[in-house]
Structure formats: C-alpha cells, structure tokens
C-alpha cells in the first residue's frame, strides 16, 4: 500500500472542541468523563458527553437532517478549518473525485428514540414528521458530510460496530488506489442514546467510575460520543503524516465477546503491518482498543505479545473520551496523529494498577518522545477487527 497523506484533521470529544483543546486535555492529563446526566438515563455510570452539541443548529438547507448524530458532524466540521481545507481540496481534484467514508454505529437513533414516545397511543404509529432516511438511518450522517461539504465523490456509511470509523480509512484506502478518487473525507461520528447506554447496561459491561483499561480493577466501559474528521490526498503538497497501512479481519468468534486468544486482533495488526511494509520493532506507539472490560483486555493484551513480543509503548485512552463506540477508531486515529505531530506519548488516565498478569508494556503517564510510526487498535462486536498504521512523511 502506498502511504497517503493526511492533509487536515479534526477531533471534538468530551475533552473540548477542535485539536488544541484536545491536546490541552491529554497533556494535563484530564479526563472529559463525568456521572451521566444525558436526557432521562438513570444508571449509576459516567460517560464522555461533548458539550452543547443539543444547541448546534444546521444550516437551513440541510434542516431534514436534523438529529444530535447530525448536530455533532456539524459541530466537527466547524472546528480546526475542516471544512475549509476539504473546499480547497474540493476546488484542486474536482467535488466528484472526493469521496466521504463516515463510520457509525447507532447514527441517529436517538432521534427514533424521541419518536416513539410521540407515536399515535391508539395505532402505535410514530408522528408523521420523524424522517427515519435523514435522521435515524446510518447513512444519514454520511449523506449529512457530503451535502455539508458540497462534495459529489462516492459516499458510504460504515457500520461494523466499534470498529466502524477505523474501517471507514481502510473503505477510502481502497477507492484511492482504484483510482476512482483522488482525496478523500473520512470520520466517525457517534452520540450518545438510550439505546446504547441501556443496551451495554443489559449486557452488564458499564462501569460505576470512570473506566480503568488494562488495570487490575477493571470493571467495564465508560460511553462517549465524539466527532472526528480526516482529510486523505493522494497527491498533496501539504501533510506530515500519512495512513501507512490498514488491516482488516473478521473472526466471528461470538456476538459480543472477543477470541480468547485475540486471534482476530493479531491479525489484524500483522495485516496493517505489512501493508505498510513496517517491522513490527519500528512503531513507537500503539493506541489499544482497551475497553476496559476484563475479557477484551486479556485477548488483547494476547495479541499484542504475539506481534510486539520485544514490547512497545502501548495504552489506551478511552479514559479520556470514554468508548466512543463507532467513532473510537476516528478518536483515537486523530490521538495517534497528535503523539506523532507532538512527540508525546498521552497519558491513561483511570488505570491505576496495571494488570500483573498482562504483558503489554502498558504506560499510565504520558512522557515527551519522538513517536514516527503510530498504530490504532479498533476492535468490534462479532470480531470486526481493524488495526491503522501511521507514519511521518520524508
């Protein structure tokens, strides 16, 4: 695979809106995590709620689209000049040879959520104006992204649970070296909802504080929702980094729970390794999938001895952000890009006592050092795996 630059980046999460006050966040070690407050949920939880999203209004034209998933891509966009750089881009290739590969999980259910408690009480009927193709539907925010950035490239939503937006690169990855675009706007865009928070509640996977990977006390996850955008160039004067490699798998070991093993995450790292054609001792750094969770931790932690058996700084941020769910792979791309553009390997705030029986050389305090070569772990329900490597431009 041929490197691709990343011209622009954006992130907007529980830390703040926009990179700097991403950065400000990881570099004092502060968590955006806090007791759950969001709409009607009663559950003894935190999570990772990005501020005023309720409050963003959409551009008039694009009203139909109205649902907080939505309102968060809005809220994205705004920040770092996003979009202004994919309208450079857009005026350089040409709108149709721009693409957009959005990743999602529930996009906006919420809005179905809010829906049903209006539904007729004799038919059961939702109201006539919820708009299930513009709201609920998962590819709602991807048709949002490109309407919004006036693009007329290939569009496409992906929904593989949590590894929805890391498999959103290796989506955009593909058209590129089809030739059938020459740049690409590629994201995760995930919010919180009922659905969700109760759902993982049901599944008892929700911690009571804040979530703790990799620590001997690890109990569960902690929700979050975020917004974060990529902008790829083929050919592009701009850009320090690049997407190096992606690797992709598919175990289908069971529902919800991870190989025992981590078969599927090894191999998944071992593809994105050597698409990129790098030896396994030349990253510096790798973002975990790190739930939190005690079974997601241990598979991983498996197979990270298995491709990194010399070690390698690792940890997982979710700390910060919480589980973003379909976004966590966009999150935690623009975070390796952060630790290569600031020489800083982020802190894992909430692991206090790293797990004795896991291998992983796993960092709890952030430190300053040159990071050239990045990898982000995503890994889903029903074993959809995705590994990302990231590299310094020459």
Sequence with gaps: MRPIPITAFTITSALGRGVCATLDAISQARSGLAPCRFETVDLDTFVGEVDGVDAVALPAELARFDCRNNRAAELGLAQDGFAQAVNAAARRHGAARVGVFIGTSTAGIHEAELAYRRRDAASGALPPGFDYRHTHNTFSVAAYVRARLGLAGPCAAVSTACSSSA????????????????????????????????????????????????????????????????????????????????????????????????????????????????????????????????????????????????????????????HTLGAAGAVEAAVCLLAMCEGLVPPSPGTRSVDASLRAHYETRGFRRPVDVAMSNSFGFGGTNCSLVFGRLA
Aim: glycine residues 12%; proline residues 4%.
């Design 167 to 322: 498999k959103a690169f290796a989506s955009a990855a593909r058209y590129m070296e089809a030739g059938l675009i020459d740049a690409a706007v590629v994201g995760g865009v995930d919010t919180l909802c009922l659905t969700t928070l109760y759902g993982f509640n049901s599944l008892d996977l929700l911690s009571r504080e804040p979530c703790r990977p990799y620590d001997a006390r690890r109990d569960g996850i902690s929700i979050g929702e975020a917004a974060a955008f990529f902008l790829l160039e083929r050919a592009a004067g701009g850009g320090s980094v690049a997407l190096l490699g992606t690797g992709e798998t598919s175990d289908a070991y069971h529902m919800s729970a991870p190989h025992p093993e981590g078969r599927g995450a090894r191999e998944a790292m071992q593809s994105a390794l050597a698409k990129a054609r790098i030896d396994a001792q030349l990253v510096d750094y790798v973002n975990l999938h790190g739930t939190g969770t005690p079974s997601n931790d241990a598979a991983e932690d498996k197979a990270m001895h298995a491709v990194f058996p010399g070690g390698v700084a690792c940890n997982s941020t979710k700390g910060f952000t919480g």
